[in-house]
């Protein structure tokens, strides 16, 4: 409304203005150098009007002609740019498609039409890698990697060159300096994190987690701090007490069904004297997850104290959380220190139609010692070689007889889990179109009675498995590794081996 306000009075007053001259017409006289020229008002400002319009033609006409080299340099190079963009595009296409050949004849002609634009470098490292030459790939990496615009980029791609090398080294120096330069790169703070927990530096690797909190998810955080917190503690645990057991009840406030934490938060608890808070911890752990190390670290809660007592504090234990074989296991342990050996045979009678191999053993030590029958001893402990066998600390098919908090095949923080090796240790996915995926099988860990070392000797002694050719993925990553990248984890063994499966059926 405003606007149409001010179009009508400014028409209205150029209206007036028109109507004003026209009533007062007169003559406009110029003399200049004795020459006098007489005019009417309105052919004079007629004629200034078209002088100004001629003017300005000329002025344009003028402007153009100055002006047309770098209009044609501009309009030549947006075609350049558009052609090259087409290229850029075409190659990264043919990339992800697996097209060696026409991702080199793209990338060559973006290299022709534009060297130095930072998708070029990318379209060129990608080819190389496709192409399996590291050296091209490498050169495009540290080209990107001294400019500003694509630093991140090139480091990231000489970090995955350098692990393609094993040039662990390398590869970290690449992910310190992509975390310094960018500390929200999730990559490379998850590889300086793995590099420190690989090299036991507990403290640097609690102060990068701090630095990396407001990029994990606040479950995240607190259960890798929780893992860190107790590997430091297992570390200092033999020199400095006093700090283990610190860092032991930090890790369990923020993990508290992490076993290790509560294990070893529970024993130093009880060596000062504390032995509620001891029990509290251990058995709220306990609850959440039963497990052989916490029945342990319960048992030896009280030192001094009779075996009938002991037995008594641990059915109470075993009782809350009923029908599991930990339980169970751990009553019959007690039961026989305790020489109550119907109880032990009680507890162990539901898992004897299909035992796993700690209830073999316990059998084996039960029938010594209650009916001192040495051949049914045997007997248990040569079933014991083809049980089933027991969970264990797993992580990427490798079982370890302890808790690590870091996985010594990825790197992964928090990787070991408490399962049977078996039903978790499972091949990368690979495609062989004659024979079946082999099955991941872990090394066994060790057993009291020698009964595991013998099957994982078994194990070890299986042939090598049949690899299929890797096959390319469909996209790749600008970091992606190529296809020599792709690695089955974890040993492996072939199905038709008679030996280990055997064993583990």
Same mark, same amino acid.
């Given at each position: 409304?405003?606007?149409?306000?001010?179009?009508?009075?400014?028409?209205?007053?150029?209206?007036?203005?028109?109507?004003?001259?026209?009533?007062?017409? @007169?003559?406009?006289?110029?003399?200049?150098?004795?020459?006098?020229?007489?005019?009417?008002?309105?052919?004079?400002?007629a004629a200034i009007l078209v002088a100004a319009?001629?003017?300005?033609?000329?002025?344009?006409?003028?402007?153009?002609?100055?002006?047309?080299?770098i209009v044609l340099s501009r309009l030549l190079?947006?075609?350049?740019?558009?052609?090259?963009?087409?290229?850029?595009?075409?190659?990264?296409?043919?990339?992800?498609?697996?097209?060696?050949?026409?991702? &080199?004849?793209?990338?060559?002609?973006?290299?022709?039409?534009?060297?130095?634009?930072?998708?070029?470098?990318?379209?060129?490292? &990608?080819?190389? &890698?496709?192409?399996?030459?590291?050296?091209?790939?490498?050169?495009?990496?540290?080209?990107?990697?001294?400019?500003?615009?694509?630093?991140?980029?090139?480091?990231?791609?000489?970090?995955?060159?350098?692990?393609?090398?094993?040039?662990?080294? @390398? +590869? $970290?120096?690449?992910?310190?300096?992509?975390?310094?330069?960018?500390?929200?790169?999730?990559?490379?703070?998850?590889?300086?994190?793995?590099?420190?927990?690989?090299?036991?530096?507990?403290?640097?690797?609690?102060?990068?987690?701090?630095?990396?909190?407001?990029?994990?998810?606040?479950?995240?955080?607190?259960?890798?701090?929780? #893992?860190?917190?107790?590997?430091?503690?297992?570390?200092?645990?033999?020199?400095?007490?006093?700090?283990?057991?610190?860092?032991?009840?930090?890790?369990?406030?923020?993990?508290?069904?992490?076993?290790?934490?509560?294990?070893?938060?529970?024993?130093?608890?009880?060596?000062?004297?504390?032995?509620?808070?001891?029990?509290?911890?251990?058995?709220?752990?306990?609850?959440?997850?039963?497990?052989?190390?916490?029945?342990?670290?319960?048992?030896?809660?009280?030192?001094?104290?009779?075996?009938?007592?002991?037995?008594?504090?641990?059915?109470?234990?075993?009782?809350?959380?009923?029908?599991?074989?930990?339980?169970?296991?751990?009553?019959?342990?007690?039961?026989?220190?305790?020489?109550?050996?119907?109880?032990?045979?009680? *507890?162990?009678?539901?898992?004897?139609?299909?035992?796993? $191999?700690?209830?073999? #053993?316990?059998?084996?030590?039960?029938?010594?010692?209650?009916?001192? /029958? *040495?051949?049914?001893?045997?007997?248990?402990?040569? $079933?014991?070689?083809?049980?089933?066998?027991?969970? &264990?600390?797993?992580?990427?098919?490798?079982?370890?007889?302890?808790?690590?908090?870091?996985?010594?095949?990825?790197?992964?923080?928090?990787?070991?889990?408490?399962? #049977?090796?078996?039903?978790?240790?499972?091949?990368?996915?690979?495609?062989?179109?004659?024979?079946?995926?082999?099955?991941?099988?872990?090394?066994?860990?060790?057993?009291?009675?020698?009964?595991?070392?013998?099957?994982?000797?078994?194990?070890?002694?299986?042939?090598?498995?049949?690899k299929s050719e890797p096959v390319i993925p469909?996209?790749?990553?600008? /970091?992606?590794?190529?296809?020599? @990248?792709?690695?089955?984890?974890? +040993?492996?063994?072939?199905?038709?081996?008679?030996?280990?499966?055997?064993?583990?059926?």
């Amino acid at each position: 409304m405003i606007r149409v306000a001010l179009y009508l009075i400014f028409v209205g007053a150029i209206a007036y203005g028109v109507a004003l001259l026209a009533d007062r017409l @007169g003559d406009v006289v110029v003399i200049w150098q004795g020459l006098q020229i007489e005019t009417p008002l309105w052919v004079l400002g007629a004629a200034i009007l078209v002088a100004a319009i001629v003017l300005s033609f000329v002025l344009g006409f003028i402007r153009w002609i100055v002006r047309s080299p770098i209009v044609l340099s501009r309009l030549l190079r947006n075609r350049r740019g558009v052609r090259a963009y087409e290229a850029i595009s075409r190659g990264l296409i043919a990339v992800g498609a697996g097209d060696i050949a026409a991702a &080199q004849r793209f990338t060559a002609e973006v290299q022709r039409l534009a060297p130095g634009e930072p998708l070029a470098l990318l379209l060129s490292a &990608q080819a190389a &890698q496709l192409a399996g030459d590291r050296d091209a790939a490498e050169r495009a990496f540290r080209t990107m990697a001294v400019r500003p615009d694509t630093k991140a980029l090139g480091l990231h791609g000489l970090f995955i060159e350098a692990q393609r090398r094993n040039d662990a080294g @390398g +590869a $970290r120096a690449y992910a310190e300096e992509a975390a310094g330069i960018a500390p929200s790169l999730g990559w490379a703070g998850t590889a300086v994190l793995e590099a420190r927990c690989r090299d036991g530096d507990w403290a640097g690797a609690l102060n990068l987690l701090e630095q990396q909190r407001r990029m994990l998810d606040k479950a995240t955080y607190r259960r890798q701090r929780a #893992v860190l917190l107790t590997a430091r503690a297992l570390a200092v645990e033999d020199s400095d007490r006093d700090a283990a057991k610190e860092f032991a009840l930090e890790a369990n406030k923020l993990a508290p069904d992490l076993v290790p934490a509560a294990a070893l938060a529970g024993r130093l608890l009880a060596e000062g004297g504390h032995l509620r808070k001891a029990n509290r911890i251990i058995d709220s752990a306990w609850r959440a997850n039963p497990h052989p190390e916490l029945a342990q670290a319960y048992a030896e809660l009280r030192s001094g104290e009779s075996a009938r007592d002991k037995l008594k504090r641990i059915e109470a234990g075993a009782r809350r959380v009923p029908g599991h074989i930990e339980g169970a296991l751990a009553v019959a342990r007690a039961a026989l220190d305790a020489q109550e050996f119907a109880k032990a045979r009680s *507890e162990l009678s539901p898992y004897l139609d299909r035992p796993t $191999r700690r209830v073999c #053993v316990l059998m084996a030590k039960l029938e010594r010692s209650e009916r001192n /029958d *040495e051949g049914r001893a045997r007997e248990w402990m040569a $079933r014991a070689l083809n049980a089933p066998p027991d969970s &264990q600390w797993t992580a990427d098919g490798y079982v370890s007889d302890r808790w690590l908090p870091v996985s010594p095949v990825s790197g992964r923080i928090d990787a070991f889990v408490w399962r #049977v090796p078996l039903t978790g240790a499972i091949a990368a996915p690979i495609i062989e179109p004659e024979f079946p995926a082999p099955i991941s099988v872990a090394p066994a860990a060790r057993d009291q009675n020698a009964v595991i070392p013998a099957a994982a000797s078994a194990i070890r002694a299986a042939p090598e498995p049949v690899k299929s050719e890797p096959v390319i993925p469909l996209v790749h990553a600008p /970091d992606d590794p190529g296809p020599d @990248g792709i690695e089955e984890s974890g +040993a492996s063994t072939n199905q038709d081996n008679s030996g280990w499966r055997k064993i583990f059926q």
